[in-house]
C-alpha cells in the first residue's frame, strides 16, 4: 500500500472538480440479474475495444446479511436542471494526468460488459458518475477501456463472482456512464472505487475516485485529493463527475 500523501491541492484537485461534461442523467436503476463466473487467473485487461471478453457464466458468492438499508430505487426518466452538475470550463491544464493508484487486493480480471452495476436485490443510494477520457492535449479518447470495480453498501467485495465489477467503452467523444450504488466504508479506508481506464494499445491506467467531505479521507494512508469526484445530491441519490487524463503515445 502507498503510504506517501500529498501535502496540498494541485490545479488538477480543482479542474479534475469542475472538468466534466454536463451529466444530462437518466438515472434509470437497471433490475435485471446479470450472469456471473468464478474469476479467473489475473491478467491485464485488453488493449483494443474491439476485443471481446470472456462471457460471465453462472456463480454464487457468500454475501453477508444486508443491513436495514432501502433499496435501490428506479431513477426518474428526466433529471432536472438543479439536478445537473456544473458545465466543464475550458481545457487548459495539459500537464497533469490522473495519477494511479494502488490496484488492491481485490481485482478479478474478466469482467461482464456494462455500464451498469445494479441489481434487483441490491442494496444502498443509487450512485450515477459521469466523465470523459482526455488525453494531456484535451482530445477526447475514444472506445478508452474503463474497468470498475467497488465493495458493497456493507463493505464487502464479491471476490468469488462480478457483483459490482463491471468494464465498458468511452463512446466517440470519450465519454462514459456509469450506474451503481454508493460504496460502503471497511476498516482502514475511506469510501472509494476503484479503475482501470485504457486508452486503445496504451498501457493501462489504475487509480481510484474518491469522495469529497468524507470524514476518513484524511485519516487514508493513500487518499489523494487530485482523485475527488465533483459530487452532488439529486432525488434518486447521488450524481458524481470525473475527467480521466491519460498521457498517450
Known amino acids: 500500500m502507498e503510504t506517501d500523501k500529498p501535502t496540498g491541492l494541485r490545479r488538477r484537485q480543482f479542474l479534475q472538480a469542475l472538468l466534466a461534461t454536463p451529466v444530462a442523467l437518466v438515472l434509470a436503476a437497471c433490475g435485471r440479474l446479470l450472469g456471473n463466473d468464478a474469476p479467473g487467473t489475473q491478467s491485464p485487461i485488453q488493449a483494443s ?34 439536478e445537473t452538475l456544473p458545465p466543464t470550463p475550458a481545457c487548459m491544464d495539459d500537464d497533469d494526468v490522473t495519477p494511479p493508484q494502488t490496484e488492491g487486493p481485490f481485482y478479478t480480471p474478466d469482467t461482464p460488459q456494462r455500464t451498469s452495476l445494479l441489481e434487483a436485490d441490491m442494496a444502498g443510494t443509487l450512485l450515477v458518475v459521469t466523465g470523459q ?15 470498475f470495480w467497488q465493495a458493497d453498501d456493507n463493505g464487502v467485495y464479491d471476490n468469488a463472482g462480478y457483483r459490482l465489477r463491471g468494464h465498458q467503452f468511452a463512446d466517440e467523444e470519450g465519454r462514459y456512464h456509469l450506474e451503481t450504488i454508493l460504496p460502503g466504508l471497511y476498516p482502514g479506508r475511506t469510501r472509494h472505487i476503484h479503475v482501470k481506464v485504457q486508452a486503445p494499445n496504451q498501457p493501462v491506467l489504475t487509480t481510484q475516485l474518491y469522495f469529497p467531505n468524507e470524514p476518513d479521507n484524511n485519516r487514508d494512508g493513500i487518499f489523494q485529493p487530485e482523485l475527488l469526484m465533483a459530487v452532488q445530491g439529486t432525488a434518486e441519490g447521488q450524481a458524481a463527475a470525473f475527467n480521466f487524463v491519460l498521457d498517450v503515445g
Do not use: N
Not at 53 to 71: F, H, I, K, N, S
Open 49 to 82: 475495444p474491439s476485443a471481446t471478453l470472456p462471457p460471465a457464466a453462472e456463480a454464487t458468492a457468500t454475501q453477508p446479511a444486508p443491513v436495514e438499508t432501502a433499496p435501490v430505487q428506479p431513477a426518474a426518466t428526466e433529471v432536472s436542471q438543479a
Open 133 to 147: 477520457v482526455l488525453a494531456t492535449d484535451c482530445r477526447p479518447i475514444a472506445g478508452a477501456l474503463l474497468d
